[in-house]
């Protein structure tokens, strides 16, 4: 049976990135030794069971909890403060953490951090009781 | 009652949500922030080799701050989009496997494989990326830039064949309604009361990556340096420039401030000048504004005064259609000793710069002399200069 078109080139397209990351993997195995290997091939399992079971499973949990305890009008709100703030802090986890400071070199991660974090993180949490109670008092309003 | 620990089911997971039509309109963006950070990564790269077949481009002297910019900019933008994705389709990692059906199971081992190789390696390239960024290095036998160079063609070579296997869904679901169900599991059809419609949790995940992008793009873009309230830097430093690694960093404190310090320019192998600094201040001196862009993401535009590197080697007999080795004061490191390929050599705005901003170098900046070329990586702007080298 000849392939369609479509299929012929999703065939093609699937060859192009099977070569393209088989070179990748021969540059980290001719490149680097096996030592090197061995510990990108932890940071790969370590960065999947960080997602895959701590963030994931945290999630889940916080929306059960978000299922059971916030009242339909809060839960909008918190949703969209639950994947702002949340994706941001994943992403400024090397800046919150400080762990690439360095004493003799006042002009890295020189800005409050922390300080910055609790201030936005209070910001949202007053933005969805704002949002939350807004929504309540309307819903309540309409019932 | 018993508890039972055991993975869940994907028909456990019935929010409207988790589907292909959100996944593939995250996707879309995550595909072109991986897309952009690829190309940009290879121009990186390739403006770091020591032998290039094509010589890197001397002008615009900001296109290595645009690529390099745009490439942790996106890159950390994907972030949220990854976390969306990665969430939408999450159900998909607990289906069972067609046991019974030989074909059947390994074209689905071979689909899932490609999958753990995409996830993996894009989880990897983020939180390496991200690190390195910060200048964070929590890791201790491969080296970044080979290891980040090389996974990068993985991943890429896995979301092309991810985008090949999935054609069709994605085909369909991005050309009809994004409320459209028909290509969802059969099991998700719950409306959480009050929880956002596809369309808002979409617009929130953009919302999210390009909130990500302003908090931390100021190292790169000096009118968001207000804005920027996570950016690994204030963009403040000696002469309004950061410091990458300072004098002391590369223990330099004590050759770089000798009264014996000397520029030797070598020409054949033999000393053709032994130039001191006040030599170097009595040469006609020059005025450039060129970028320090570093590999790391951040960037600053300097106003540098020196001594034009043409007019250097002129007097000093060396051709000027050479590759110069140029050699720091620091004794170890790999970028101790690099090459300025010829066409940088013979830009008349690359400098051997004495001043930034009006003043003199700061020790950390590279005083006594250093070198400033045009679109050139940071790392390659090589600080406390101690010898250049031509071969005629």
Known sequence: ?143 | MTMRLAPPSPDQFTSRLRSPAVAARVGLWLGICFGTCFVTGLISHYAQLPDQPIPFPTSPSWGYRLTQGLHVVTGTAAIPLLLVKLWSVLPKLFEGLPLRDVRALVLTGLERASIAVLVASAIFQLATGLANAAQWYPWSAFSFRTTHYAIAWVAIGALVVHVAVKLPVIRDVLTSDIDATSRDRATAATDTPGVLSRRALVRTTFAAAAVTALATAGSTVPWLRRVSVFAVRTGEGPGGVPINKSARAARVEESATSADWRLEVVVDGSTAASLSYDDLRAMPQHTADLPIACVEGWSAQGTWSGVRLVDLLASAGAPADRDVAVTSLQESGPYRRTTLPANFAADPRTLLALDLSGEPLALDHGYPCRLIAPDRPGVLQTKWLSRLEVST
């Open chain 1, 1 to 143: 049976m000849k392939p369609t078109p479509r299929k012929a080139m999703r065939l093609a397209l699937g060859a192009v990135g099977l070569l393209v990351g088989i070179y990748g993997a021969v540059l980290l195995l001719t490149r680097q030794d096996p030592r090197q290997w061995l510990e990108v091939a932890i940071w790969f399992g370590v960065g999947v069971l960080a997602h895959d079971v701590v963030l994931s499973g945290l999630l889940i949990g916080v929306c059960l909890l978000g299922g059971r305890f916030l009242p339909p009008p809060w839960r909008a709100p918190a949703t969209i403060a639950l994947v702002v703030w949340g994706t941001l802090t994943v992403a400024t986890v090397p800046v919150l953490t400080r762990a690439g400071a360095r004493a003799d070199n006042a002009t890295l991660l020189d800005r409050p951090y922390a300080a910055t974090w609790w201030a936005m993180t209070g910001i949202v949490v007053v933005l969805v009781a704002v949002a939350g109670l807004v929504r309540s008092r309307r819903s309540h309003e309409e019932g």
